[in-house]
C-alpha cells in the first residue's frame, strides 16, 4: 500500500516539528555544554523498553515514508534508528565518542524537524513559540542534570546510614587477589562502638564517576596478614566491574578505626582552607562536588574525600581535616 500524508495532517506534523525540534535541539546543546563545564555526561534521552520502541519505530519510519518534505523524513527516519540503536547500546553508559554520536543523532532529528517546521509553518506566533522552546531547553537540561546528581548523591548517602549488613552485596564484585570482604566477625573496636550511627562502615554505593550506574567502593581486609585496602567497583553494563585501588595499608594501621561513607555532592572546605595550613599552589580552599565522593575517615579524628575527575578518569584525594 502507498502510504501518503494528506496536506492537512503533514501540516499538523510541520507544527508539531516546529516546537518538538527546538526543544530536542536545546536539551542537546545544553548537555554538551554541561559535559564541557563538568566532564560528566548527561543521561541521555533513549527510552530502552523493547514493547515501547520497537512499535514506536515503526510508526516513525511509516510517518517519514508518507511525508513529500524531506526534513521531516531525514527527521522521523533518525529518530526510529535512533530508538532501535537504544535497544543494543544505552548510550549514557559508554565512553564520550558514542555518547557524542548519539547526542549528535539526536541533534541532528531535532535540527530536521525544525528545519522541515519553518519551512511548511509561516504562523509567526508559533515562529516565537519555538524560539522560546528552544532558549528555555539549554538552560533547563544543564540545570535539571545538575540538581539530578545532587539529589541522587544525598538520596544515596541518607540512605546508606541505615543500610544493613551488605551481604548480597559480595556476590555481585570479586576481591582483588589477597583481599577478603569483612564480616559480621569483624566487628570490633570503632566499628562496633559507632554501628548504630554507620551500620557498614566499610562499604558505601553511589554513582561515583557519572555513567549512571552504581559503583561500589570497599574496605577489604588481606587473607593472610593484618593490612587492608580501600578499593572502588565501578560498576559497567556488560562484564564485571572495573577495579581501582585507592588506598593499601600495612598491618600497623588498625583496620577498625577507619571507615568510608558517600558524600553528597555540595560545596565542602579543604583542610588548608580551614586552616590547618596554608595551601599550596596545587591546593584549593573549597571543593565543588557535582557526583558523590567518598568519605574516608579516622573515627574522630582526621578525614579526606576520594572524589571522581572526568578529566583524568581517576580518582583523586583531597585532605578535609587533619
Same mark, same amino acid.
Given at each position: 500500500?502507498?502510504?501518503?500524508?494528506?496536506?492537512?495532517?503533514?501540516?499538523?506534523?510541520?507544527?508539531?516539528?516546529?516546537?518538538?525540534?527546538?526543544?530536542?535541539?536545546?536539551?542537546?546543546?545544553?548537555?554538551?555544554?554541561?559535559?564541557?563545564?563538568?566532564?560528566?555526561?548527561?543521561?541521555?534521552?533513549?527510552?530502552?523498553?523493547?514493547?515501547?520502541? #520497537?512499535?514506536?519505530?515503526?510508526?516513525?519510519?511509516?510517518?517519514?515514508?508518507?511525508?513529500?518534505?524531506?526534513?521531516?523524513?531525514?527527521?522521523?527516519?533518525?529518530?526510529?534508528?535512533?530508538?532501535?540503536?537504544?535497544?543494543?547500546?544505552?548510550?549514557?553508559?559508554?565512553?564520550?565518542?558514542?555518547?557524542?554520536?548519539?547526542?549528535?543523532?539526536?541533534?541532528?532529528?531535532?535540527?530536521?524537524?525544525?528545519?522541515?517546521?519553518?519551512?511548511?509553518?509561516?504562523?509567526?506566533?508559533?515562529?516565537?513559540?519555538?524560539?522560546?522552546?528552544?532558549?528555555?531547553?539549554?538552560?533547563?537540561?544543564?540545570?535539571?542534570?545538575?540538581?539530578?546528581?545532587?539529589?541522587?548523591?544525598?538520596?544515596?548517602?541518607?540512605?546508606?546510614?541505615?543500610?544493613?549488613?551488605?551481604?548480597?552485596?559480595?556476590?555481585? #564484585?570479586?576481591?582483588?587477589?589477597?583481599?577478603?570482604?569483612?564480616?559480621?566477625?569483624?566487628?570490633?573496636?570503632?566499628?562496633?562502638?559507632?554501628?548504630?550511627?554507620?551500620?557498614?562502615?566499610?562499604?558505601?554505593?553511589?554513582?561515583?564517576?557519572?555513567?549512571?550506574?552504581?559503583?561500589?567502593?570497599?574496605?577489604?581486609?588481606?587473607?593472610?596478614?593484618?593490612?587492608?585496602? #580501600?578499593? #572502588?567497583?565501578?560498576?559497567?553494563?556488560?562484564?564485571?566491574?572495573?577495579?581501582?585501588?585507592?588506598?593499601?595499608?600495612?598491618?600497623?594501621?588498625?583496620?577498625?578505626?577507619?571507615?568510608?561513607?558517600?558524600?553528597?555532592?555540595?560545596?565542602?572546605?579543604?583542610?588548608?582552607?580551614?586552616?590547618?595550613?596554608?595551601?599550596?599552589?596545587?591546593?584549593?580552599?573549597?571543593?565543588?562536588?557535582?557526583?558523590?565522593?567518598?568519605?574516608?575517615?579516622?573515627?574522630?579524628?582526621?578525614?579526606?574525600?576520594?572524589?571522581?575527575?572526568?578529566?583524568?578518569?581517576?580518582?583523586?584525594?583531597?585532605?578535609?581535616?587533619?
Amino acid at each position: 500500500m502507498n502510504f501518503r500524508l494528506t496536506s492537512e495532517k503533514e501540516q499538523a506534523l510541520a507544527k508539531i516539528g516546529l516546537i518538538a525540534g527546538p526543544a530536542i535541539v536545546g536539551s542537546v546543546i545544553g548537555g554538551f555544554l554541561y559535559y564541557a563545564a563538568t566532564g560528566i555526561r548527561p543521561a541521555h534521552s533513549a527510552i530502552a523498553w523493547v514493547w515501547f520502541v #520497537v512499535p514506536m519505530s515503526v510508526v516513525l519510519i511509516w510517518i517519514a515514508s508518507g511525508t513529500q518534505n524531506l526534513p521531516l523524513r531525514v527527521a522521523f527516519a533518525t529518530m526510529a534508528l535512533t530508538n532501535l540503536a537504544s535497544l543494543f547500546a544505552p548510550l549514557r553508559g559508554l565512553r564520550v565518542a558514542a555518547w557524542i554520536v548519539g547526542e549528535s543523532a539526536y541533534l541532528i532529528m531535532g535540527a530536521c524537524l525544525t528545519l522541515g517546521g519553518l519551512q511548511m509553518v509561516r504562523d509567526r506566533k508559533l515562529r516565537a513559540v519555538a524560539l522560546a522552546v528552544f532558549l528555555v531547553m539549554v538552560p533547563f537540561r544543564y540545570w535539571s542534570t545538575q540538581n539530578w546528581y545532587s539529589l541522587m548523591g544525598e538520596t544515596r548517602a541518607r540512605a546508606a546510614l541505615t543500610k544493613p549488613f551488605p551481604t548480597s552485596l559480595r556476590a555481585t #564484585v570479586t576481591p582483588p587477589n589477597g583481599y577478603r570482604f569483612p564480616t559480621e566477625a569483624d566487628y570490633r573496636g570503632d566499628w562496633l562502638e559507632f554501628r548504630k550511627q554507620l551500620p557498614v562502615p566499610f562499604h558505601a554505593e553511589a554513582d561515583f564517576n557519572g555513567d549512571a550506574l552504581p559503583d561500589d567502593a570497599w574496605i577489604l581486609l588481606r587473607r593472610d596478614d593484618p593490612g587492608w585496602g #580501600v578499593f #572502588v567497583f565501578l560498576g559497567r553494563r556488560l562484564g564485571s566491574p572495573r577495579l581501582m585501588t585507592l588506598e593499601e595499608v600495612s598491618g600497623d594501621v588498625p583496620i577498625h578505626r577507619h571507615g568510608i561513607s558517600v558524600v553528597p555532592p555540595g560545596r565542602y572546605q579543604t583542610a588548608c582552607g580551614k586552616g590547618y595550613w596554608d595551601c599550596k599552589a596545587d591546593e584549593s580552599e573549597s571543593l565543588t562536588f557535582k557526583l558523590p565522593a567518598i568519605n574516608f575517615f579516622v573515627y574522630e579524628s582526621a578525614n579526606s574525600y576520594f572524589w571522581w575527575d572526568p578529566r583524568a578518569e581517576a580518582f583523586k584525594q583531597t585532605s578535609i581535616s587533619d
